[in-house]
């Protein structure tokens, strides 16, 4: 194992409950009686992207507007308005990093084990969530960072698990990823990354063949999993398991 590869939303942090309640934020503030509650924002998640989730939501309940010439704009102003709710948000409140992440990123900086983001969120998302906890100097921890601008097409598409392999000037099975979505473990396996999966609330209902494992969270050693989702296995993860793990060799519980 040569790198790891971050996903960002919902494995990093469990962030989707930030983002739907800004999205909501700023239907209102343009004048939308749009209202995503959690069970039609944990359908909407299949469809990888803000925008592409905003187009596809129109199309779904006014599909001649949706075709409209100034639906383009008018999703790009919907966004914008989105991104800084979903930045304030997370500044003023703050998202804590999930279960062991903050743990595997200092082993890893500790070992000199290099690091990759691969997400299709935005800069500005990225910077408002991983400023508080890791501090403004967070890229420094990370080789690589791709994210939304950098691929055209996003997850399950691997064209951004490709940009940071050429970053990273490796193989994809040199690297593990850690997603949290059936779009990531598709976009990421197709890369030919081997993949450990951390649903959450918003996924843990999705299929996940072809991951390495499916775990609740990382863990910590000094902090118990808590409830167990069903079907997964409940380890927490250092880097000495990652690499047994990539060569096939399960561990022992720790």
Known sequence: MQALIFDVDGTLADTETAHRESFNSAFAEVGLDWYWDEALYTSLLNVAGGKERVL?????????EALGPKCREIIDAVHAIKTRHYADRVRSFGLPLRPGIR????????ADLPLA?????????????????LG????????????????????PAPDVYYAVLDELGLSGN???????S???????TSAGIPTIITPTAYTEH???????????????????????????DHRWVDLAALCRWQHGVLFEAT
């Open 136 to 155: 403004r100097d967070w890229r420094r921890r990370f080789v690589s960072i791709c994210d939304g601008v950098t691929a055209p097409r996003k997850k």
């Open 182 to 188: 059936w779009n990531g473990l598709r976009a990421a």
């Open 103 to 110: 743990r595997l990123i200092d082993e890893a900086n500790a």
């Open 206 to 232: 999705q299929r996940f063949d072809g991951a390495l494992v499916v775990l609740p969270h990382l863990g910590d050693p000094e902090q118990p999993l808590g409830e167990h989702l069903p079907g997964m």
């Open 56 to 64: 596809h939501f129109w199309r779904t309940i006014e599909p001649e």
């Open 174 to 180: 040199e690297c593990i990823a850690l997603e949290d």
């Open 117 to 133: 983001i691969a997400t299709t969120t935005t800069p500005a998302n990225l910077d408002a969530l991983l400023c508080e906890p």
